[in-house]
């Protein structure tokens, strides 16, 4: 069975550039969520999808971040227009939400720098 | 905010010697996972512990829950170099269904 993918691996966009993310779960997963995880440091959830509904975006920077889940499968993740600070790894995790299943397989991640 | 905070930030020990690592968490939970990643890779789940649950075991893992002192910790025993890794624990708010926090994480390095 194919894991969660995510493309690209790396990327590297100039400030202000505008940068997508694509993750495709494991098959049957109803819940998607994306990470931002910073150097050192553990993964911060931005958004969570069950299904192709967002029920927790209160961490997503609105402002410049938007997610989209349209048939409840991928997902893409954007930042309009990226900062310095945006440099990171995105990590896409799936699981089958339920009364005791709430493991999350997580993607390998994409690397972004923002020069 | 984070609700679980590992100790310590970084271990170094050597091949063969067993590891442990703590996680200490402020709210009540349902749930307390542990996840292993490895450099330059995503997540991989290692354990779950249901509040109702003390110890479990899988392998060379061994996981203890203490709700009381609102903690658990992670033993690797007869650790090896492919243990390197950084360790996290991830715990829940209390509802099934929320989502589950991670620690900064305790950075493991064994040596050959």
């Known amino acids: 069975e194919a894991g969660v993918v995510q493309s690209p691996r790396y990327k590297i966009i100039e400030k202000k550039q505008p940068v997508a993310f694509w993750c495709n779960p494991i098959?049957?997963?109803?819940?998607l969520y994306w990470y931002r995880q910073n150097l050192g440091q553990g993964p911060e959830l931005l958004i969570r999808?069950?299904?192709?509904?967002?029920?927790?975006d209160s961490q997503l920077p609105k402002d410049r971040f938007s997610a989209e889940r349209l048939k409840g499968v991928d997902s893409t993740l954007k930042i309009q227009p990226a900062e310095l600070g945006d440099s990171a790894v995105y990590l896409c995790?799936?699981?089958?939400?339920?009364?005791?299943?709430?493991?999350?397989?997580f993607g390998p991640g994409t690397r972004l720098l923002v020069l | 905010s984070q609700q679980g905070e590992e100790d310590p930030q970084a271990l170094s020990i050597q091949e063969g010697e067993n590891a442990t690592m703590n996680c200490s968490y402020k709210?009540?939970?349902?749930?307390l996972q542990w996840y292993r990643q490895n450099s330059g890779r995503g997540l991989v789940h290692l354990i779950l512990?249901?509040?109702?649950?003390r110890e479990k075991h899988s392998g060379r893992l061994r996981v203890t829950l203490d709700t009381s002192k609102k903690s658990s910790s992670l033993l690797i025993t007869a650790s090896r170099a492919a243990d390197t890794a950084s360790y996290f624990c991830?715990?829940?708010?209390?509802?099934?269904?929320?989502?589950?926090?991670f620690g900064p994480g305790t950075r493991l390095s064994v040596l050959p």
């Open positions: 098959s049957g997963h109803n819940t």
């Open positions: 999808y069950e299904n192709e509904e967002a029920v927790d």
């Open positions: 512990i249901r509040s109702n649950e």
């Open positions: 991830a715990t829940d708010a209390g509802n099934y269904g929320q989502n589950f926090v």
């Open positions: 995790a799936s699981s089958l939400v339920g009364a005791y299943q709430e493991t999350q397989y």
């Open positions: 709210t009540s939970i349902n749930n």
